[in-house]
Each structure stands twice: as C-alpha cells, then as structure tokens.
C-alpha cells in the first residue's frame, strides 16, 4: 500500500482483523471514533503506526514496528493487551488519555519512552527496555504495576505526577536512576530495584512512600 494513511475511520465500532499493513507515509490506522477493535495485525515501517482519537478502542495481539510513534492515544478508556511494540525513534506508547489500561506488552528499542502518561491510566504485566526513559508519568494517579523495565539508556521510572502507585516492578541495568521522583504523595512499594550504585531513587517530592 502506498498512500499517506493506510486505513482512516471516521465512523463507530469498525474491526481490523488480522491485516498486513506496510509502507505508508503517515498513519497506517487513523481512527477518528469509538468502539474500535484493533486484532492481529502486522503493521509495519510507518511514521505512526497507529492513531487513536476516540473513546473505549481494544488493541489486542498486534505487531508493530514504526519509525516514529507505534500507537498515539488521545480517547479515554481503551485497552491494549498482549502487543509487540518497536519504535525505531520516539515513543512506543504515547498516551494523552485517560483511565486507558495497558497490559501484558513487550516494548523495545525506541529513542524517548516506551510510556508517556496522563492520568488515570494503568500499566502492568509488561516489558520496557531499550529506551531513554522506561516510563515517563508526567501526570497524576496513574498506577505502574508487575513490569519488568530493563537497559534503559537514563532512568527506568520518572514520575512528574502526585499521587501514582509503582508497586511489584523489577527494574535493572538503568544506567542513571531507577525510579527518579519530582512529584508528591507517590507510593513505590515492593518493587526489586538492581544497580551497582547506593542510590537507587531520586525524590524531589513530599510524602512520598518508599518501602
């Protein structure tokens, strides 16, 4: 397929089923509306390869390899589950949502983050490694729970929110910081934190709990 989006809908509650998806310009799924279902799909050398603008969208067991950014979320509400993301240069999940749940996804080799986050939002039972920084929490309750976030260029964990939850991570092999801190009433507990350095964390916060 050659054209600046692969595949655009404008309307509620579409399927992509179990589709190959490759060299396009611009956006290989731009979804524009809620209810979508995004399956099995093989997406590959793109720009973005998929583009969420609406509410309550499932993105299940799809492989996806970007150059850029391989899923953008700007909607509420939506699951992405059992993924292989790559990101050739920016991020592997760019989320500007909120209350979006994220799980069981294997995340490698992107320059920036493999999360970035709003609020609201959940993260567990998955993989991160290979980028700058494992995930970026730049709002507040968000909760980052079971993930295993490994060789990272910089930091494994920066949180800039009040109020998230990291608990039951392994963290290893981040160069810099493991967990690195600025906001208040954070609440990192039971994680397993590995670096040949006395100082795990960065905390820049008030009240925040370390256990």
Same mark, same amino acid.
């Given at each position: 397929?050659?054209? =600046?989006? #692969? *595949?655009? /809908?404008?309307?509620?509650? !579409?399927?992509?089923? +179990? &589709?190959? @998806?490759?060299?396009? %310009? ?63 240069? =920016?991020? #592997? *999940?760019? /989320?500007?949502?909120?209350? !979006?749940?994220?799980? +069981? &996804?294997? @995340?490698?080799?992107? %320059? ?66 493991? *967990? ?5 009433? !954070?609440?990192?507990?039971? &994680? ?20």
């Amino acid at each position: 397929m050659n054209s =600046n989006n #692969g *595949i655009t /809908s404008h309307e509620i509650k !579409n399927s992509l089923f +179990n &589709n190959t @998806i490759m060299n396009i %310009k611009d956006h290989e799924i731009l979804l524009r509306d809620d209810g979508n279902f995004i399956i099995k799909n093989n997406i590959k050398d793109t720009k973005i390869a998929i583009c969420s603008l609406g509410d309550n969208k499932k993105i299940i067991s799809n492989k996806i390899n970007s150059n850029s950014e391989c899923i953008s979320l700007k909607g509420h509400y939506n699951t992405l589950n059992n993924n292989t993301i790559n990101s050739k240069e =920016n991020y #592997g *999940i760019k /989320s500007k949502g909120r209350e !979006n749940r994220f799980s +069981n &996804n294997k @995340i490698t080799s992107s %320059k920036y983050s493999g999360h970035v986050k709003e609020n609201r939002n959940k993260i567990s039972s998955s993989t991160i490694k290979a980028f700058r920084i494992g995930v970026y929490v730049k709002d507040d309750y968000t909760s980052i729970w079971d993930v295993k976030i490994e060789k990272n260029k910089k930091h494994g964990i920066e949180i800039r929110g009040k109020k998230n939850i990291i608990k039951k991570n392994t963290l290893f092999k981040n160069p810099s910081r493991v *967990i690195k801190i600025f906001g208040d009433r !954070n609440k990192i507990t039971h &994680n397993i934190l590995s670096k040949k350095t006395d100082r795990l964390t960065a905390i820049y916060g008030f009240k925040t709990r370390l256990n």
